[in-house]
């Protein structure tokens, strides 16, 4: 039943014009827990990015993206649907799944003709249904056959893939205690840290893992890619890096690039310069490959950053409020790059707030595919806003959080929160650090956009109380 539930949907996507050389090459990249500030071409005043800043340089740059949720699961879902997380049951981390009755973006590009891979972190299910196997918790250690999910049985022909976090550096090597409290009796050299890379059903890979983290990443990918064009393929490739996701561990090659930091700065610093750097790796390889114009990369992390005094963690949301697990500014909004040389001729700047959920609809659109008309997509097309030819969003942003306690509501404009302690409404082009609640100078704005965000809410809880428990 679960089988039929998950193919049938699939019929309605109907291409319209799929064939040929236009077919543009996917990769979705993603870090974790990275924040809006913590890349060079927003101002960083230490951290060295120089392939990001190239992107920016190149490419679109979105001054206003977001993840779809202030934490990492439920963002990652939202990449693969087009949808709102809690519609298909992900509300946080380990809690939920890519159920069968949705459509993954991996189903529609392999119906047309793609290849599809996923390298880096899934967190969109459990790997193994064994007990006990993984670093899990919530839903995942208590049901690991329930939320068995993994990439391989979603249409991912290609996986190198954790089930959630990892070291970034020595990936697979308990890092011993990282922080101001130290472990009475630190690991065993060679201890496991317990997470495993799964290539398949029960496989397992150990093999070249040592070192960056991102680089063991992009040692698998560019293979795949490399595959993918001797067979003339078009390819869908995520790349989803672990940095700068906790445990932080920098190299040495990295860490000498910021001597005059503190020793948590050199670390977060560090990690993210060899994630840049991996990026760059990337690039060159598709332009080696003779396939970098027709290729799009999208980059984005998949939530704010993680909160200040949190061992090694010293990312930045600069001048935006909050930090990961917050739907403020700072734990939502994050860097947002696009670069398609074929499509994207010079730097454009977009300030139209967009987000993942908008991935899945873009990519059916720049394919001429139609989106299916038996569901609702949270997310827009934005490839009118990657050519110039619109400025303005038209159909607002909504965003869940904390188990639906707390919801916001983004125009253009203005940004609603709900919560317990009742609305707040911020101007976000004038105050994009959340200072001054407007609720009771602009009642009329703050009343309008509860209600449109109390239907929306009320629709999505209502796909979320049919999921399978």
């Known amino acids: ?30 870090t974790d827990d990275q924040g809006w500030g913590d890349v060079g071409y927003n101002g960083h005043p230490h951290l060295k990015t120089p392939h990001l800043d190239q992107m920016h340089a190149e ?7 977001y993840a779809a949720a202030a934490m990492c699961s439920p963002t990652r879902g939202s990449c693969y649907t087009g949808r709102n997380p809690y519609r298909y049951g992900i509300t946080f981390a380990m809690a939920g799944m890519l159920e069968p009755a949705e459509i993954p ?31 899990r918790w919530g839903t995942f250690a208590k049901e690991p056959e329930r939320y068995y999910c993994p990439p391989w049985e979603r249409d991912v022909d290609v996986s190198f893939v954790t089930e959630s976090k990892v070291p970034t550096w020595d990936p697979l090597m308990d890092p011993g205690p990282i922080g101001k409290k130290k472990a009475k009796r630190p690991p065993k050299p060679g201890k496991a840290y317990g997470n495993d890379y799964f290539s398949g059903p029960g496989q397992t890979i150990t093999e070249n893992t040592k070192g960056d983290d991102s680089r063991v ?15 003339e393929s078009p390819f869908f490739a995520a790349v989803w890096f672990h940095t700068p996701h906790s445990p932080v561990v920098g190299g040495p090659k990295y860490r000498e690039m910021y001597q005059d930091q503190p020793e948590a700065a050199q670390h977060y610093y560090a990690c ?22 027709n290729t799009m990369i999208w980059f984005c992390s998949d939530n704010g950053p993680a909160r200040q005094g949190s061992p ?3 990312g930045t949301a600069k001048n935006l409020k909050g930090y990961k697990l917050s739907i403020n ?64 969003r038209k159909k607002p942003l909504g965003f869940l959080n904390n188990d639906g306690k707390e919801s916001a509501w983004m125009e253009e404009r203005y940004k609603l929160i709900s919560h317990k302690k009742g609305l707040e409404l911020y101007d976000l082009v004038e105050d994009p650090g959340e200072s001054k609640n407007l609720s009771t100078e602009k009642p009329e704005t703050a009343k309008r956009m509860e209600i449109e965000l109390a239907k929306w809410k009320d629709g999505v809880m209502e796909e979320l109380g049919k999921v399978p428990k």
Request: hydrophobic fraction near 40%.
């Open 1 to 30: 039943m679960k089988i039929l539930r998950f193919i049938l949907p699939l019929l309605s996507l109907v291409p319209i014009s799929t064939s040929g050389t236009e077919r543009p090459n996917i990769i979705l990249i993603m």
């Open 59 to 65: 490419g679109v740059t979105f001054t206003r993206f």
């Open 105 to 135: 973006i991996t189903s529609v590009l392999k119906k047309a003709g793609y290849t599809t891979g996923h390298f880096g972190k899934w967190h969109l299910g459990t790997l193994s249904k064994e007990k006990g196997d993984q670093k």
């Open 217 to 231: 990443l992009m040692d698998r990918a560019l293979p795949f890619i490399q595959d993918a064009v001797k067979k």
């Open 272 to 293: 993210l310069t060899a994630m840049d750097e991996q990026v760059g790796r990337l690039r060159a390889e598709l332009k080696s490959l003779g396939i970098a114009e």
């Open 312 to 314: 090694r963690h010293v």
């Open 329 to 392: 500014e700072g734990g939502i909004r994050v860097p947002g790059l696009l670069v398609w040389p074929s499509k994207v001729k010079e730097p454009r700047m977009v300030s139209a707030p967009c987000f993942t959920s908008d991935y899945f609809p873009t990519i059916v659109a720049a394919l001429g595919i139609k989106l299916p008309s038996d569901r609702i997509y949270d997310g827009v097309n934005l490839l009118p806003f990657v050519t110039g030819e619109q400025t303005e």
